[in-house]
């Protein structure tokens, strides 16, 4: 069993940073892939940004430039740096990842979001 714990959201003003981070527990064979995806309310779900194994990363647009997501491969934790925040980025985020639990056995998993509330 894989578990996927984020800590680090909370309420923050406008311009302001926060730092997300997410720790993977569990029958973990190896990790390919770490993220973060975030909802607000009324909205679907959208990718945020995505670090590979080999440490490519890819963000979206609208985070680009103002966030930075890193990976610690020894502990099995993935963190979001999240700056000049908008109110527009008001959001539950969650910690998602893709792991195999033994080889050739991989599965998508998610954590069970941390609320980010941006004021104006």
């Known amino acids: 069993q894989v578990q996927l714990v984020e800590s680090g959201g909370g309420l923050v003003q406008a311009g302001g940073s926060l730092r997300l981070s997410c720790a993977a527990s569990?029958?973990?064979?190896?990790?390919?892939?770490m993220g973060w995806y975030r909802q607000a309310p009324g909205k679907q779900r959208e990718l945020v940004a995505v670090?590979?194994?080999?440490?490519?990363?890819n963000y979206a647009e609208s985070v680009k430039g103002r966030s930075t997501i890193s990976r610690d491969n020894a502990r099995n934790t993935v963190a979001l740096q999240m700056n000049s925040l908008k109110p527009e980025d008001t959001a539950v985020y969650y910690c998602?990842?893709?792991?195999?639990?033994?080889?050739?056995?991989?599965?998508?998993?998610w954590g069970q979001g941390t609320q980010v509330t941006v004021s104006s």
């Open positions: 998602a990842a893709v792991i195999s639990v033994k080889p050739g056995e991989v599965g998508n998993y």
């Open positions: 670090i590979i194994s080999g440490g490519s990363t």
């Open positions: 569990g029958s973990i064979f190896s990790i390919n892939a």
